[in-house]
């Protein structure tokens, strides 16, 4: 009931884009995102709760297809504060995470 | 803002010790959990908790038990640690019932089995 993330690592330089999906082979109920630094706490950035929505603040935002069981993570102009490992996770009764996606952002 | 502590960030047990990894939030929320993280495994959810005295089981819920006798203390126990166990253990608390909302992590307890 793991959630599939891709890719496994991302290297950017700063400014530029990526994209981390989230997929799942039950149907998505919700969709958390979640940002985790290097020996930090994971860190809230966003639930989505139904399909078709989309979020975001700053120039990191997220999309939910609930039809083929998928979020997406979009990151813009990446920053080097955004250099870190980024979870989704979904549930119901349960709350199951991917395994994550390493990202560094590179001067 | 939100605080989650937890009572230690390291620990050594050998096996077979009883182990209590003790979380506290200080905002009231009605709902803990405990996960534990392991390389290329991510975050898996032990316990849960909605209430005091209340818990339920997540995903790996085996060789563990959990306590809340307060709502605002969370505890994870290990009943005879074991080398397998050896792991990062992360509280979180949320204000929302379920697992529709924020979830707020404590800095983690990194707990070595011998």
């Known amino acids: 009931q793991q959630p599939v993330q891709s890719p496994q690592a991302v290297i950017l330089r700063e400014g530029e884009d990526a994209v981390i999906n989230c997929s799942s082979s039950?149907?998505?109920?919700?969709v958390h995102w979640y940002r985790q630094k290097h020996g930090e706490a994971p860190v809230f950035l966003m639930i989505l709760l139904k399909g078709g929505e989309q979020k975001g603040h700053e120039k990191i935002s997220a999309s939910f297809n609930e039809k083929k069981q998928q979020s997406s993570l979009y990151l813009t102009a990446s920053q080097l504060s955004y250099s870190g490992t980024y979870f989704c996770g979904t549930g119901a009764n349960n709350l199951f995470f991917g395994t994550g996606t390493r990202l560094t952002v590179i001067p | 803002d939100v605080k989650v502590t937890q009572s230690s960030r390291y620990l050594v047990k050998r096996t077979g010790e009883k182990v209590f990894l003790e979380c506290v939030q200080d905002m009231d929320h009605e709902n803990m959990f405990w996960y534990r993280q392991d390389p290329g495994l991510g975050l898996r959810l032990i316990y849960f908790?909605?209430?005091?005295?209340?818990?339920e089981k997540g995903d790996i819920p085996e060789g563990y038990s959990v306590s809340r006798e307060k709502k605002e203390r969370f505890s994870l126990i290990l009943e005879s640690a074991s080398t397998n166990q050896t792991s990062m253990y992360l509280c979180?608390?949320?204000?929302?019932?379920?697992?529709?909302?924020?979830?707020?992590f404590g800095p983690g307890t990194r707990l070595l089995v011998l």
């Open positions: 039950k149907a998505l109920y919700s």
């Open positions: 908790s909605y209430d005091v005295k209340m818990k």
């Open positions: 979180a608390s949320s204000i929302s019932k379920g697992f529709l909302g924020t979830q707020y």
